[in-house]
Every structure is written in C-alpha cells, then in structure tokens.
C-alpha cells in the first residue's frame, strides 16, 4: 500500500493485507482519500481492500470511496459487500474498470492526472503515473502596487498576459509574475518484469517506484516469475531520467536489503530503499 499526497487530496496505490491497520497507525487524515488504485489482483496488493471498506464504514465514513482496477475484481468485491455487509456500510462504493493494456488517463482534476501504465506480470497488471497540472504563475505584488494595477487585471495577467498603463506603455507580462513552480510527478511500477521500454511511458518522471524482488544472483526467479531486480530498476530510471528511484517489493530471501541498494546505485546513484511508514517527497 502507499498513499500519495497531493494538494490536499490523498490517493492510495494497492492494499495489500493490513493497509487498514497501517493507514491507524499513520497520522494520515483518511477521510481525504476518496480513490483506491489496484495495480493487480495478487493477494500482497488488494487483500486488504475489504478490510480498509469495513474499517472506513465502523468510523462512519459517509464520502463515496472510489476503486479503480481491473474489471475482475468487481464480481469479487461486489460478492463481498453483499455477503459481509448486505451492502450497508453506510456509504458509496463505485467500482471503475481499467484497462491494464493502454496508457490511458484513469483519473483527472485540476491539479493532476493519473494515467495507467501497462506493465507485465503473471496476470493483468498495471502501473501508475501521477502527475500534477502546471499552476498558474505567482503575481508580484510589488510590480502590481508600482504600477497601480486593478484588481480585475490580475487573473488576466496569471493567464499569460501583459498590462498596458494608461500612457500606452506596455509592461510585458514576465515582470509582472514569478513562475509557477515546477510539477512533479510520481510513477508506481509493481508488480512487472524488466521492460526495456518502459522509461518511455515515464521519461523525466520525478519520483519512480520501481519493484526490486530480487538482486542478480536470482536473475532467473525474476524471469520466471515476472519480477525484477534491482539492477533492472535502476536501468528503468536511468533510462527514464528519473529524479530518484525507490526500490520495494523485496524477497523474503533477503534478510538485509543492502544488497538490492547497492546494485541499483552502481547503475543509478540516486536510489533508496523503502520500508513499512516511510515518508519520501516526491
Ligand atoms: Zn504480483
Ligand atoms: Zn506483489
């Protein structure tokens, strides 16, 4: 499970097992995630989905909570709120499909979008790309009072525009604004083997989250069992022009992880290891 802070609004990526005691024990306002991302239906990555649906209803969530995954876990949830519940946990569930195939767009506002990113695994099986909208830039202040500018010239100016004074001189607009700051953007790769050309579908992505199952010397494990290593991590966001990779999803083999840090920074320097309730700016 992670959850992703954005503006305000949280978003969650899987739900494996115990999400919902993790989500407790965090300080995270839950009642600000309205949408839940299944990146496939393995049990580490969406068991936990009918514990969190419960929990939510016990605290008297009343807010829609919204799922998006692949259209065969709708039979199956559906199944469960029927039996478990009789459908009366005291607020909406919807179900939206997607499709593991296509780098679609899945979910949008107005200050970000999230896209599917196909990956390749045992089953259907996806990624995802967050990644938020440009703001508008920030008006300088001093430059609007200097020359005297109405109030109702300002979202003008935000929207790209200059300001002509009463004399006819022009003020071009870059004096009149700093730059909005920069976006950012988060790509969650899990669970897939190494594919050559995934960078492309997340080039120059600020924060990757790369799975890491293995080190080299289970090259073989990762093959058959479509998983990566970290090695194979580190090359997608070498690739990618990624501003840091976070490698996860580890082997019960490794006891000690070093292993899996160590050969992913030979090939890219700026990779970390993540654990249960770590926090990482994207
Ligand atoms: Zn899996
Ligand atoms: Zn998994």
Redo the contacts with the bound molecule.
Sequence with gaps: MQIVECRGKLFMIDCGEGAQIQLRRSSIAFERLGHIFISHL?G??CFGLIGLISTFGLLGRKAPLHIHAAKELKPMLEAQLTMFFNYDIGYQVQFYPVDTTKKAIVYEDHSLTIESIPLEHRMPCCGYLISEKPTLPHIRRDMIDMYGIPISQINNIKAGHGYTLPDGTEIPHERLVTPPHPTRSYAYC??TRFMPNLHESIKNVSTLYH?STYADDRLDSAEKYYHSTARQAATVALNANAGKLLLG?YSARYSDETILLNEARKIFKNSFLTSEMDVFDV
């Design positions: 393995h580490d990555h899990s669970d799975e999803h």
